[in-house]
């Protein structure tokens, strides 16, 4: 009789752990809910900061930028679309921060470059490098913006 009891004892207690495992589980909307939350905030601080022509400020929104895609890789996604989601998001959200970076060096060389032929030379490459970063930083956004459309359209469609 005693082993009996242990027996139920035992079971009841994986099966509770089992129940509470499952609970704690995120579901599709709360991903989501989470998901958006980070992007959402990673595209305000685009928008706020966006036309800065500061290299600090610049170089500054790269860090934040690379800060959204580390929360977005941190994120624990069991979805399998939202994870692909997730994947494609970090790296353009890495993007766009490379090519912040890359802009604000170009900004302070520029502005650090003398009032000489060679400083001339160096203007010249550091806005031939913010053109090509710029245009890098847009597609990255483009491509983050089709990501956002698409995480909201999948998001809405699970409520």
Do not use: P, W
Not at 19 to 34: G, N, P
Not at 82 to 97: A, H, N, T, W, Y
């Amino acid at each position: 009789m005693y082993f009996f009891r242990k027996q139920i004892a035992i079971l009841l207690i994986v099966v509770a752990c089992c129940t509470l495992t499952i609970s704690c589980s995120d579901s599709r909307a709360v991903q989501c809910t989470k998901f958006t939350k980070i992007v959402t905030k990673g595209n305000a601080l685009i928008d706020m900061k966006k036309d800065s022509n500061d290299a600090a400020t610049t170089e500054n929104l790269a860090k934040d930028l690379n800060q959204t895609a580390k929360q977005l890789e941190d994120l624990r996604i069991t979805d399998t679309t939202l994870k692909e989601i997730q994947g494609r998001s970090v790296e353009s959200f890495r993007d766009m921060g490379q090519a912040l970076d890359d802009i604000g060096k170009s900004l302070e060389r520029g502005n650090l470059a003398s009032t000489s032929i060679e400083g001339r030379v160096q203007i010249q490459t550091a806005r031939a490098d913010i053109i090509r970063a710029g245009q890098q930083a847009n597609q990255a956004a483009e491509n983050q913006d089709a990501l956002t459309d698409q995480l909201i359209n999948y998001c809405k469609s699970s409520s």
